[in-house]
């Protein structure tokens, strides 16, 4: 079980508001509530609500340590409420109901905001993210998300696939190998070989570049969306092999292009970072929450 969870961690893969509100620089007092499903840090005063989601093998307390959000987020009356569920890439529908029970639960039981809701999540979490606010505005939720970001996601699971697959024909390191060899096992098994056809990973992906598919999140029109990422391409040539296409970061430039495209460009902002991904034990990885400005961020969600 300890095996598999190392190789499922290695799965790499400005809308202005007509008024800007000053971000507050004094922490007010807060309440911290810890379970097995969520680390909830509720702010005395309420203006919203930040739901985070974790990467595929990591967990709420290591999303509060990875991204420095708690501290500016209570500064300006944002409860976080960042959850545990992790080890997912895509949501089934029953996994999708499911999880809405839960948060309106959650949410009613500590008497958080139900509308001022921004959600967000890093690498896999993005795209629970996407998929979990599309659902709630299509299903009428009591909690309504205002808009949704995402940090260096593996938003196209078809494109992942063959990601995979070139990087086994590249056998170039250890980590690349067993990331690709779970990725691909995994796939083949959920979804098929694309060669057979590829409608299972449309229905279950956020974004699917190679027939510019995005029907699960036609429910996103109105929101705000945020799209994150640092294309370090020295960093991944240098440790993967890897080339720009190969990237999340592609994915998630095509995906703006599209969502641009499809809903207009006021609400749609891509992010792109230079020299921002270092994990917090000081590590230099690209992939990682560091590349979200975090004052920026709250920024965008108070105008």
């Known amino acids: 079980m300890r095996t598999l ?56 307390k290591n999303t509060l340590s990875e991204f420095k959000i708690s501290d500016i987020s209570i500064e300006n009356e944002f409860s976080i409420l960042a ?18 029970e839960q948060l309106e639960k959650i949410v009613s039981e500590n008497n958080l905001p139900k509308e001022n809701v921004f959600i967000g999540g890093f690498s896999s979490g993005g795209n629970v993210s996407l998929l979990i606010s599309d659902y709630l505005i299509q299903n009428e ?21 063959k990601t995979a697959q070139k990087n086994l024909k590249i056998n170039f390191s ?3 190998i067993q990331e690709a060899t779970w990725i691909k096992n995994f796939f083949d098994k959920e979804f098929g070989n694309p060669k057979d056809g590829i409608t299972n990973y449309e229905n279950n992906s956020p974004f699917t570049l190679e027939t510019q598919n995005i029907q699960n999140l036609r429910n996103l029109k109105n ?56 994990r917090a034990n000081g590590e230099r990885h690209p992939h990682s929450w560091a590349v979200v400005n975090e004052k920026n961020l709250i920024k965008w969600m108070t105008e």
């Open 223 to 278: 929101l705000k969306i945020r799209l994150y990422t640092e294309p370090d391409l020295k960093w991944w040539q240098e440790n993967r092999k890897n080339d720009y296409e190969d990237l999340n970061a592609y994915y998630l430039k095509k995906l703006s292009d599209k969502l641009k495209t499809e809903f207009g460009s006021k609400n749609i902002e891509f992010t792109e970072t230079k020299n921002r991904g270092y």
């Open 83 to 100: 959850m545990n569920l992790n080890q997912r890439l895509f949501l089934t529908q029953i996994e999708k109901q499911e999880l809405v």
């Open 174 to 176: 250890q980590p690349s």
């Open 141 to 161: 939720s009591k909690i309504q998300p205002k808009g949704v970001f995402v940090v260096d996601s593996p938003i196209d699971l078809l494109a992942l696939y």
């Open 5 to 60: 969870i190392i190789i499922l961690a290695l799965i790499i893969v400005s809308c202005k508001g007509q008024k800007k509100k000053s971000i507050l620089t004094k922490r007010p007092p807060s309440e911290s509530i810890i379970t097995s499903e969520y680390e909830l840090i509720k702010a005395e005063k309420q203006k919203g609500l930040l739901i985070l989601f974790p990467c595929f093998p990591c967990d709420a």
